[in-house]
């Protein structure tokens, strides 16, 4: 049955204008989760002017009154196969209307790509145990575990020697360096859960509306000329929490096991200390099929934040 909003709820698209309004909403759920507010204006500004985002097709806007009640949003990346929700709302009324939506657009986001089926992920914070039991019935089932780690810096980190035979190379002014890096993230990622391989353009084209991120912080390793690793860093734990963040580290199958990721951790370490951040960031999924979870323990990082990713296949025939 087709969810219904209660009676005096209006709709509409969002638009850059409700960054503000929609941090306000995301704000107030996850500090009554977890603690913290765990996003920032920027964070939604970028995801509403994201180039892959149609505001008038993938989101929606709740609202009883003038008070913003939920809003629901959904991103696709590459073929769209895979696609990302979420929904925030004190309103299962609401939550279970605006997830109808999203489907509804996941659908057609995969009938237009000339798929068959799409996976639909959401992110559910461990410590919210009534989400998790609602997204079951909604047909969602537990996929992966997150865990976001974090490094203290408590003054000067010193910065690791390279690996023999490595070169560094540090920024991506040029499109050749930058391809460089998107064709070594999408090889040593292939197959990961919830990874979308993206042609080159599209998420070039993201990473520049991306306000947290510019190309300077895109760091190659090569070996023999060939680009092995690579790692993009952002500013995206700047404002809230001063630290450092690893968005993305990726080291081919074959360069694996000699040190490249740890290198490219504590370089990044160093880095941050030298800037003054009093800390440095990432996600690991538990399930990684590399031991990543091993390999950032073993370099002093801790977890501190839980999330779930939960997935539902959707047909689309």
């Known amino acids: 049955m087709t969810a219904v909003l209660p009676v005096g709820h209006t709709v509409r698209p969002p638009t850059k204008e409700d960054a503000q309004a929609i941090l306000d909403l995301a704000s107030a759920y996850n500090i009554s989760v977890i603690g913290i507010a765990d996003w920032t204006l920027d964070d939604v500004t970028d995801a509403l002017t994201d180039p892959d985002f149609d505001p008038a097709k993938d989101g929606w806007l709740v609202y009883a009154a003038d008070r913003l009640a939920g809003f629901g949003w959904v991103f696709g990346k590459g073929d769209r196969r895979q696609l990302d929700l979420d929904v925030i709302t004190d309103d299962p009324e609401v939550e279970r209307w605006l997830l109808d939506r999203l489907i509804e657009r996941s659908g057609e986001l995969g009938r237009t790509h000339n798929q068959t089926s799409v996976q639909l992920d959401v992110v559910v914070y461990q410590a919210d145990a009534a989400r998790q039991d609602r997204f079951a019935g909604y047909g969602f089932a537990r996929g992966t575990v997150f865990h976001r780690m974090r490094i203290d810096h408590d003054g000067a980190v010193e910065a690791p020697e390279v690996p023999a035979g490595i070169t560094v190379r540090r920024g991506a002014p040029d499109e050749a360096s930058q391809r460089a890096g998107h064709a070594v993230l ?3 990622f292939d197959g990961q859960f919830g990874f979308t391989p993206r042609p080159f353009e599209e998420w070039q084209a993201s990473q520049e509306n991306f306000s947290a991120f510019d190309w ?4 190659v390793l090569e070996q023999d000329g060939e680009p092995v690793a690579m790692r993009a860093v952002n500013d995206q734990f700047v404002e809230d929490e001063n630290c ?5 580290l990726a080291v081919l199958e074959k360069a694996r096991g000699k040190g490249l990721a740890k ?3 504590r370089d990044q370490f160093a880095l941050d200390a030298a800037t003054g951040r009093t800390g440095t960031i990432l996600h690991v999924d538990t399930n990684n099929p590399t031991p ?4 950032y323990t073993s370099v002093g990082m801790k977890p501190v934040l839980v999330m779930e990713v939960w997935r539902r296949e959707l047909s689309v025939r």
């Open 244 to 248: 450092g963040y690893i968005g993305r």
């Open 292 to 295: 990543a979870l091993g390999l």
């Open 216 to 219: 300077s912080q895109l760091t």
């Open 186 to 188: 999408n090889a040593a």
């Open 263 to 265: 290198y490219l951790l």
